[in-house]
Protein backbone atom coordinates (compact mmCIF):
# COMPACT_ATOMS: atom_id res chain seq x y z
CA UNK A 1 0.00 0.00 0.00
CA UNK A 2 2.89 2.27 0.64
CA UNK A 3 4.07 1.71 -2.67
CA UNK A 4 0.83 2.64 -4.33
CA UNK A 5 0.92 5.67 -2.21
CA UNK A 6 3.98 7.02 -3.25
CA UNK A 7 3.50 6.10 -7.13
CA UNK A 8 1.75 9.91 -7.48
CA UNK A 9 5.26 11.41 -6.03
CA UNK A 10 7.60 9.42 -8.19
CA UNK A 11 6.03 10.07 -11.72
CA UNK A 12 5.60 13.86 -11.04
CA UNK A 13 9.06 14.01 -9.98
CA UNK A 14 10.11 11.77 -12.66
CA UNK A 15 8.27 14.08 -14.65
CA UNK A 16 9.60 17.29 -13.48
CA UNK A 17 12.92 15.88 -13.34
CA UNK A 18 12.90 14.74 -17.28
CA UNK A 19 11.34 17.96 -18.30
CA UNK A 20 14.18 19.92 -16.49
CA UNK A 21 16.89 17.55 -18.03
CA UNK A 22 16.17 18.05 -21.55
CA UNK A 23 15.86 21.92 -21.15
CA UNK A 24 19.54 22.08 -19.72
CA UNK A 25 20.31 19.83 -22.62
CA UNK A 26 18.44 21.67 -25.58
CA UNK A 27 20.48 24.95 -23.65
CA UNK A 28 24.08 23.78 -24.49
CA UNK A 29 27.40 24.18 -23.09
CA UNK A 30 25.90 27.19 -20.89
CA UNK A 31 23.50 25.51 -18.96
CA UNK A 32 25.25 21.78 -18.65
CA UNK A 33 28.05 23.33 -16.98
CA UNK A 34 26.90 25.51 -14.02
CA UNK A 35 24.57 21.86 -14.30
CA UNK A 36 27.17 20.05 -13.81
CA UNK A 37 28.94 21.72 -10.86
CA UNK A 38 25.56 21.77 -9.18
CA UNK A 39 25.64 18.29 -9.57
CA UNK A 40 28.80 17.31 -8.80
CA UNK A 41 28.29 19.58 -5.38
CA UNK A 42 25.26 17.36 -4.26
CA UNK A 43 26.60 13.98 -5.25
CA UNK A 44 29.72 14.64 -3.16
CA UNK A 45 27.52 15.53 -0.04
CA UNK A 46 25.97 12.64 -0.47
CA UNK A 47 28.80 10.56 -0.80
CA UNK A 48 30.65 12.46 2.16
CA UNK A 49 27.61 12.17 4.07
CA UNK A 50 27.38 8.01 3.36
CA UNK A 51 30.62 7.85 3.79
CA UNK A 52 31.26 8.95 7.40
CA UNK A 53 28.56 6.17 8.56
CA UNK A 54 31.70 3.67 8.24
CA UNK A 55 34.24 6.48 9.49
CA UNK A 56 35.78 7.83 6.00
CA UNK A 57 36.62 11.62 5.59
CA UNK A 58 36.51 12.65 1.81
CA UNK A 59 38.22 15.38 1.09
CA UNK A 60 35.53 17.86 0.12
CA UNK A 61 37.27 20.82 -1.37
CA UNK A 62 39.92 18.73 -3.33
CA UNK A 63 37.11 17.02 -4.28
CA UNK A 64 34.46 19.89 -5.78
CA UNK A 65 37.66 21.76 -6.87
CA UNK A 66 39.16 19.51 -8.49
CA UNK A 67 36.11 18.50 -10.51
CA UNK A 68 35.39 22.01 -11.15
CA UNK A 69 38.51 22.36 -13.03
CA UNK A 70 38.23 19.12 -14.81
CA UNK A 71 35.14 20.42 -16.35
CA UNK A 72 36.84 23.16 -17.56
CA UNK A 73 39.73 20.97 -18.45
CA UNK A 74 36.79 18.80 -20.56
CA UNK A 75 35.44 21.86 -22.34
CA UNK A 76 35.57 21.35 -26.62
CA UNK A 77 36.77 24.13 -27.28
CA UNK A 78 40.19 23.64 -25.42
CA UNK A 79 40.60 20.60 -27.35
CA UNK A 80 39.75 22.34 -30.89
CA UNK A 81 42.35 24.89 -30.18
CA UNK A 82 44.73 22.92 -28.15
CA UNK A 83 44.35 18.86 -29.63
CA UNK A 84 47.93 18.02 -28.67
CA UNK A 85 47.18 18.71 -25.19
CA UNK A 86 45.31 15.75 -23.04
CA UNK A 87 43.23 18.36 -20.72
CA UNK A 88 41.48 15.98 -18.66
CA UNK A 89 44.69 13.91 -18.20
CA UNK A 90 46.43 17.47 -16.73
CA UNK A 91 43.58 17.63 -14.66
CA UNK A 92 43.61 14.42 -13.28
CA UNK A 93 47.55 14.47 -12.43
CA UNK A 94 47.32 18.39 -10.98
CA UNK A 95 44.44 16.89 -8.52
CA UNK A 96 46.77 13.58 -7.86
CA UNK A 97 49.59 16.13 -6.91
CA UNK A 98 47.25 18.63 -4.83
CA UNK A 99 45.91 15.61 -2.86
CA UNK A 100 49.29 14.05 -2.35
CA UNK A 101 50.35 17.02 -1.19
CA UNK A 102 47.93 17.99 1.48
CA UNK A 103 47.65 14.18 2.76
CA UNK A 104 51.67 15.13 3.47
CA UNK A 105 51.03 18.30 5.03
CA UNK A 106 48.00 16.96 6.91
CA UNK A 107 48.46 13.52 8.24
CA UNK A 108 48.42 11.39 5.64
CA UNK A 109 45.29 9.83 6.09
CA UNK A 110 45.84 7.06 2.70
CA UNK A 111 42.03 6.04 3.66
CA UNK A 112 40.59 9.73 2.94
CA UNK A 113 42.85 10.06 -0.10
CA UNK A 114 41.97 6.60 -1.46
CA UNK A 115 38.51 7.30 -1.06
CA UNK A 116 38.41 10.88 -2.47
CA UNK A 117 40.70 9.58 -5.14
CA UNK A 118 37.34 7.22 -6.10
CA UNK A 119 35.21 9.52 -5.75
CA UNK A 120 36.75 11.95 -8.21
CA UNK A 121 36.89 9.22 -10.63
CA UNK A 122 33.30 8.43 -9.87
CA UNK A 123 31.51 11.66 -10.39
CA UNK A 124 33.39 14.42 -12.34
CA UNK A 125 35.96 12.30 -14.05
CA UNK A 126 32.70 10.88 -15.77
CA UNK A 127 30.38 13.27 -15.52
CA UNK A 128 33.30 15.47 -17.68
CA UNK A 129 32.09 13.24 -20.90
CA UNK A 130 29.00 15.08 -20.80
CA UNK A 131 30.28 18.11 -21.92
CA UNK A 132 32.13 16.04 -24.99
CA UNK A 133 29.09 14.19 -25.72
CA UNK A 134 27.31 17.82 -26.28
CA UNK A 135 29.74 19.00 -29.19
CA UNK A 136 29.88 15.51 -31.28
CA UNK A 137 30.42 15.96 -34.02
CA UNK A 138 29.04 19.68 -33.63
CA UNK A 139 26.45 21.31 -31.09
CA UNK A 140 23.57 20.89 -33.37
CA UNK A 141 23.99 16.95 -34.16
CA UNK A 142 25.63 16.52 -30.11
CA UNK A 143 22.65 17.15 -28.48
CA UNK A 144 21.61 13.80 -30.50
CA UNK A 145 24.73 11.95 -29.51
CA UNK A 146 24.17 13.05 -25.82
CA UNK A 147 20.98 11.50 -25.99
CA UNK A 148 21.69 8.06 -26.35
CA UNK A 149 23.06 7.22 -23.00
CA UNK A 150 19.90 8.62 -21.64
CA UNK A 151 17.71 6.74 -23.95
CA UNK A 152 19.62 3.72 -23.17
CA UNK A 153 19.62 3.84 -19.38
CA UNK A 154 15.75 4.63 -19.32
CA UNK A 155 14.67 1.86 -21.14
CA UNK A 156 17.68 -0.75 -19.59
CA UNK A 157 15.89 0.71 -15.75
CA UNK A 158 12.00 0.58 -17.38
CA UNK A 159 13.01 -2.86 -19.06
CA UNK A 160 15.05 -4.62 -15.81
CA UNK A 161 12.22 -3.41 -13.49
CA UNK A 162 8.89 -4.43 -15.03
CA UNK A 163 10.56 -7.77 -16.55
CA UNK A 164 12.27 -8.81 -13.25
CA UNK A 165 9.25 -7.68 -11.43
CA UNK A 166 7.35 -10.33 -13.87
CA UNK A 167 9.31 -12.96 -14.78
CA UNK A 168 12.36 -12.70 -12.25
CA UNK A 169 13.41 -15.85 -10.15
CA UNK A 170 17.09 -15.95 -10.30
CA UNK A 171 18.87 -13.44 -8.07
CA UNK A 172 21.68 -11.30 -10.35
CA UNK A 173 23.76 -10.37 -7.06
CA UNK A 174 21.86 -11.54 -4.17
CA UNK A 175 24.89 -9.94 -1.72
CA UNK A 176 24.45 -6.13 -3.14
CA UNK A 177 21.27 -5.94 -4.35
CA UNK A 178 18.93 -8.70 -3.52
CA UNK A 179 15.88 -7.42 -5.67
CA UNK A 180 17.39 -7.56 -9.01
CA UNK A 181 17.18 -10.85 -11.24
CA UNK A 182 18.95 -12.41 -14.28
CA UNK A 183 15.82 -12.44 -16.31
CA UNK A 184 15.16 -8.70 -14.99
CA UNK A 185 18.75 -8.12 -16.37
CA UNK A 186 18.18 -9.60 -19.78
CA UNK A 187 14.62 -7.41 -19.91
CA UNK A 188 16.84 -4.63 -19.38
CA UNK A 189 18.66 -5.53 -22.23
CA UNK A 190 16.01 -6.35 -24.80
CA UNK A 191 14.46 -2.93 -24.06
CA UNK A 192 17.08 -1.24 -24.28
CA UNK A 193 17.50 -2.35 -27.96
CA UNK A 194 14.11 -2.23 -28.58
CA UNK A 195 14.06 2.06 -27.76
CA UNK A 196 17.92 2.65 -29.47
CA UNK A 197 16.00 0.72 -32.21
CA UNK A 198 13.10 2.69 -32.72
CA UNK A 199 14.97 6.06 -31.55
CA UNK A 200 17.53 5.70 -34.08
CA UNK A 201 15.32 4.59 -36.70
CA UNK A 202 13.10 7.74 -36.26
CA UNK A 203 16.10 10.08 -36.72
CA UNK A 204 18.15 7.42 -39.17
CA UNK A 205 20.15 10.66 -40.82
CA UNK A 206 21.66 11.89 -37.80
CA UNK A 207 22.41 8.23 -36.21
CA UNK A 208 23.78 5.94 -39.41
CA UNK A 209 24.10 2.67 -37.59
CA UNK A 210 24.00 -0.88 -39.00
CA UNK A 211 21.30 -3.25 -36.88
CA UNK A 212 24.78 -5.11 -35.48
CA UNK A 213 26.60 -2.00 -34.83
CA UNK A 214 22.97 -1.07 -33.28
CA UNK A 215 22.61 -4.14 -31.27
CA UNK A 216 26.41 -4.19 -30.15
CA UNK A 217 26.24 -0.52 -28.84
CA UNK A 218 22.93 -0.90 -26.75
CA UNK A 219 24.20 -4.40 -25.51
CA UNK A 220 27.40 -2.31 -24.03
CA UNK A 221 25.09 0.54 -22.77
CA UNK A 222 22.42 -1.32 -21.07
CA UNK A 223 25.35 -3.52 -19.52
CA UNK A 224 27.11 -0.28 -18.15
CA UNK A 225 24.22 1.00 -16.82
CA UNK A 226 23.23 -2.15 -14.99
CA UNK A 227 26.82 -2.07 -13.49
CA UNK A 228 26.58 1.68 -12.59
CA UNK A 229 23.41 0.66 -10.54
CA UNK A 230 24.89 -2.46 -8.74
CA UNK A 231 28.36 0.01 -7.94
CA UNK A 232 25.88 2.49 -6.62
CA UNK A 233 24.52 -0.40 -4.88
CA UNK A 234 27.51 -1.71 -3.70
CA UNK A 235 28.31 1.01 -2.08
CA UNK A 236 25.04 2.00 -0.07
CA UNK A 237 25.31 -1.40 0.97
CA UNK A 238 28.95 -1.26 2.38
CA UNK A 239 27.49 2.37 3.84
CA UNK A 240 24.55 0.68 5.41
CA UNK A 241 22.11 3.11 3.68
CA UNK A 242 18.55 2.57 2.19
CA UNK A 243 19.18 5.79 0.05
CA UNK A 244 22.50 8.29 -1.20
CA UNK A 245 20.55 11.01 0.08
CA UNK A 246 16.79 12.69 0.03
CA UNK A 247 16.97 15.11 -3.30
CA UNK A 248 14.30 13.46 -4.77
CA UNK A 249 10.19 13.19 -3.48
CA UNK A 250 10.24 9.01 -3.84
CA UNK A 251 12.96 8.38 -6.00
CA UNK A 252 15.86 8.88 -3.13
CA UNK A 253 18.80 10.92 -3.02
CA UNK A 254 20.59 12.14 -6.54
CA UNK A 255 22.93 9.50 -6.90
CA UNK A 256 20.46 7.03 -7.17
CA UNK A 257 18.95 8.63 -10.12
CA UNK A 258 22.13 9.12 -11.99
CA UNK A 259 24.18 5.94 -10.68
CA UNK A 260 23.66 4.44 -14.49
CA UNK A 261 24.30 7.29 -16.36
CA UNK A 262 27.59 7.66 -14.62
CA UNK A 263 29.01 4.68 -16.69
CA UNK A 264 27.26 5.11 -19.53
CA UNK A 265 28.43 8.84 -20.79
CA UNK A 266 32.17 7.53 -20.61
CA UNK A 267 31.54 4.63 -22.74
CA UNK A 268 28.75 6.34 -25.30
CA UNK A 269 32.00 9.03 -25.53
CA UNK A 270 34.44 6.24 -26.48
CA UNK A 271 31.73 4.22 -28.63
CA UNK A 272 31.24 7.10 -30.83
CA UNK A 273 35.08 8.23 -31.10
CA UNK A 274 35.53 4.16 -32.56
CA UNK A 275 32.31 3.79 -34.85
CA UNK A 276 33.03 8.06 -36.17
Same mark, same amino acid.
Given at each position: ?25 ? /? ?38 ? /? ?90 ? /? ?117
Amino acid at each position: MEGRDDLPTRVLSALVGVLLLLWVLW /GGLALILPTLVFVLWLGSLELRDMLAKRGIRLNLPFLVGG /GVLLFLFSLPQLYWHFPQVPWREVALGLFLLGSFSYELLRGADLTRFAFTLMAFLYLPWSLGYVLLLREIPDSTLGLWTLSLPLVASFATDI /GAYFVGRTLGRQKLAPEISPGKTVEGSLGGIAVSFLALALYTGLVREVFPFGLLELWLFSLLLSLAAQLGDLVESMLKRYCGVKDSGHFLPGHGGLLDRIDSLLFTFPLTYFLVVLFT
